[in-house]
């Protein structure tokens, strides 16, 4: 079973607009955390936001923030007034427990159209 | 800050031939890993390394070798590449091996493809 399942390949977007990037996880583990990173055409990773499982607050970094839905295993990247640089590939990832990887999801390619 | 540096960018190499990824982090970090990344997909974890002098597989580390050369190198070998290891190779570390948050750096990455 997948444990990051990311169900968007692809979204266009208007510039300006909100923008919600889906990421359903599946763990027994009471204890994880979750990641997003943005990958850009030139290939590098780059950290957005993350969420651990016991936090309390949804968190938030300038445009981003993440709705954490921990009973339904979600945890959506909201990306508010979105710009022309947004264009990428978004990755969720997930880290259970004591286990040292990150599961990734299979990324949704996001292009914003001027 | 350098970060993470990661060598070569690009390769092309022949089935069969062998070769070295480097990687060296600067911020002093005691775990490291390498993750292979193939189209249309997340990253998979190949090798890890939780601190120095000591190396742990992943999830995918069939065909690879890794050595912790000290606490701010660790390379990734290919004995005898083939087609199916084409892909793109992030090195990353962080200060502990749990890492929360902005607590992992990822290096730039290394497009290999093999012919």
């Known amino acids: 079973a997948q444990k990051i399942t990311q169900t968007q390949p692809g979204m266009f977007v208007q510039e300006k607009e909100a923008v919600t990037l889906d990421c359903t996880y599946d763990t027994s583990d009471p204890s994880y955390g979750l990641f997003w990173y943005k990958q850009p055409s030139s290939g590098e990773m780059i950290f957005l936001i993350y969420q651990g499982s016991y936090d309390q607050q949804n968190a938030t970094e300038g445009r981003y923030s993440l709705n954490f839905q921990k009973a339904r295993k979600s945890a959506n990247l909201v990306i508010s007034a979105s710009q022309l640089g947004d264009s990428a590939m978004y990755f969720c990832?997930?880290?259970?427990?004591?286990?040292?990887?990150?599961?990734w999801g299979a990324g949704t390619k996001l292009i914003i159209k001027p | 800050n350098a970060g993470v540096t990661q060598t070569p960018k690009f390769q092309v190499l022949k089935t069969g031939q062998s070769m070295t990824l480097q990687c060296a982090q600067d911020m002093n970090h005691n775990s490291m890993y390498w993750y292979r990344q193939d189209p249309g997909m997340g990253l998979r974890l190949i090798y890890y390394s939780a601190s120095e002098g000591t190396t742990d597989k992943g999830e995918v580390p069939n065909g690879y070798n890794v050595s912790r050369l000290n606490k701010r190198e660790f390379s990734l070998r290919l004995e005898s590449a083939a087609p199916s290891q084409t892909s793109v190779y992030f090195c990353a570390s962080s200060e502990w091996a749990l890492p929360t948050g902005n607590t992992i750096y990822f290096g730039e990455g290394s497009w290999l493809t093999v012919v």
């Open positions: 990832a997930m880290r259970e427990g004591g286990n040292y990887q990150l599961i």
